[in-house]
Each structure stands twice: as structure tokens, then as C-alpha cells.
């Protein structure tokens, strides 16, 4: 039984709509890099791949219009559905906050995957406005530099959603730490003596409430970074296979895309970053 359950976890069942000819869903496994096997006139199973989960292979599938059902159903995800009017919590750090002067700025460390190319490389580097300073020998880790309009805080999360990162981070200062000395019993007592503020009861404990409001989604339209080799026909049958159509083409292989109205933005750069010529997806807000 348990060897008969694992095998049933590699694989996802899928219900079609009776339009969807054997060729296309041949073409559909071909892309995701997945063994198809019919099951009856409408329904196939679809083995994940290495490196992909089941969950991941459920809510791609489900999210594509032609489908009608599949085995097991995706899980739900709250954050796909928050409504954007609502307020944003930020809890402050009850450690020592990091500062824009605890890292060098203007410049930030990538490491890559291994099996990141050189042309890969470049081209997101290029992509991005960034230029390469150094290499560090030994562990690989590229030193970066910004151009003007980047932040470092912006292109470490920006690289790191890049399938081809294996992390990036700030280039951090060496100091030393500042002793920190006992205040005097003068000093504790005139501390004692303080009033608390008048609204300490409605802090947060360890933290501080930031009403921010979260801006509109950008009319359903989204940034898609493809691979520097992607061919024109992989771009058609992207966009036949995910209902997308472009709206602009912005750089080399950079394209704004309108995405179906079945299509929730944040479930779009999950399910689309699924497909192997994608390299970065982005949201766009108002």
C-alpha cells in the first residue's frame, strides 16, 4: 500500500474539455517536461517531473482554461484573494534593524546556480542594467553593481526570484561592535521616573502597526522574462498554452502580457514561472 500511495503522489490527473486534440496535450507534456498517459477519451495523469511538486502541477493544470478537473485539487491560497483595500501590519524587528548603512550601496552579491550559463548571465545582468565588478574566487559569488534607478533592497528581491539565483544579499560592511556599558543608578532611576507615553496601550508588543495601503492590481497584466534562446514558436504555444496575449514587447525577450480573466495575477507568476523558458515573471500595480 505504501509503495501503490507514493507512486499515486508523482502523478496528476487531469479532465479536459472535449475540444483538446491528442497533439496539443502531447505538445502541453513536451513543455513541462512530463510523461502523459490516457486514462479515458478525456482524462490523462501527467508524471511531475524532479524538482516540481505535485501541489505545483495541480494549480498549473487548474488554472488552464481548456481544463475541467483535476486529481488532487490545489490548495487554496488565501494571499491570492485578500481584498487590496485592506491594511498591511509590518512588525518591527525586536532585534537590531538592518540600515541601508550596514551594506555598501549601489552595489549587491549574486550567487548563481551551476546551472546558470555565462549567456544566462549576461543577459540578466544586461536585462537589468547591471554590471559585474568581480567575481569572488573560489565560491563563485558575482559582486554587482546598481544602475541609479535600483535600489539594493529592490535587486536582491529581484534576483532572488530568479530561477537561475541561488541567493542574493547586500554587500555588508566589516565593523566592530560598539561595548555596550551599564547605565548608572542615576541614570535608572531617572529613567524609572519617566512617564510612558500616552499611547503605549495601543502598541504592539515588539513591533509597531504601518497602515499601508496595497496598490491595485495592474489591470491584469503582468512583466515575463524569457530565456535569451527562447524560439518564436515556444512564444506561440506559451501563449496558446496559458491563454496570455502580448501587449508590448519592452526589451530582447521581455514582454507585457494581458493575462485571461480566469487568471488571478499572483496564481500567474506562480504557475507561469513553471515554464522552462521563463526566467522572471513581475507583477504590475497601479
Avoid: C
Avoid at 204 to 211: E, K, R, Y
Wanted: aromatic share 8%; no cysteine.
Amino acid at each position: 500500500m505504501g509503495l501503490v500511495a507514493q507512486a499515486a503522489d508523482e502523478f496528476v490527473t487531469v479532465t479536459f474539455r472535449p475540444e483538446v486534440k491528442k497533439p496539443f496535450i502531447e505538445a502541453l507534456s513536451k513543455t513541462f517536461k512530463t510523461t502523459p498517459k490516457q486514462m479515458g477519451p478525456l482524462v490523462w495523469t501527467f508524471k511531475v517531473p524532479p524538482l516540481r511538486t505535485r501541489g505545483q502541477y495541480a494549480e498549473l493544470f487548474a488554472s488552464l482554461a481548456y481544463v475541467t478537473d483535476t486529481d488532487p485539487v490545489p490548495a487554496y491560497v488565501v494571499a491570492d484573494h485578500i481584498n487590496p483595500q485592506a491594511v498591511n501590519v509590518q512588525p518591527y524587528n525586536p532585534g537590531t534593524p538592518v540600515k541601508s548603512t550596514d551594506y555598501l550601496p549601489n552595489e549587491f552579491l549574486v550567487k548563481f546556480k551551476a546551472t546558470a550559463t555565462p549567456d544566462d548571465i549576461r543577459f540578466i545582468n544586461s536585462h537589468h542594467g547591471v554590471s559585474q565588478l568581480s567575481v569572488i574566487s573560489g565560491i563563485k559569488v558575482h559582486r554587482l553593481r546598481l544602475p541609479q534607478n535600483l535600489s539594493v533592497e529592490d535587486a536582491v528581491k529581484l534576483y532572488g526570484q530568479s530561477p537561475l539565483v541561488e541567493y542574493a544579499e547586500p554587500n555588508y560592511r566589516m565593523k566592530i561592535p560598539t561595548p555596550v556599558t551599564s547605565a548608572s543608578p542615576a541614570t535608572n532611576a531617572q529613567g524609572a521616573a519617566s512617564p510612558a507615553p500616552a499611547n503605549n496601550q495601543n502598541q504592539i508588543p515588539n513591533g509597531t502597526a504601518i497602515i499601508t495601503p496595497i496598490p491595485l492590481d495592474g489591470g491584469n497584466q503582468i512583466i515575463v522574462d524569457f530565456r535569451p534562446d527562447t524560439r518564436p514558436e515556444t512564444l506561440a504555444l506559451f501563449h496558446q498554452i496559458y491563454g496570455t496575449r502580448e501587449v508590448e514587447k519592452r526589451s530582447f525577450y521581455s514582454y507585457r502580457l494581458q493575462l485571461p480573466q480566469s487568471m488571478n495575477a499572483n496564481k500567474a507568476v506562480r504557475i507561469l514561472m513553471l515554464h522552462p523558458a521563463v526566467i522572471h515573471v513581475q507583477r504590475l500595480y497601479s
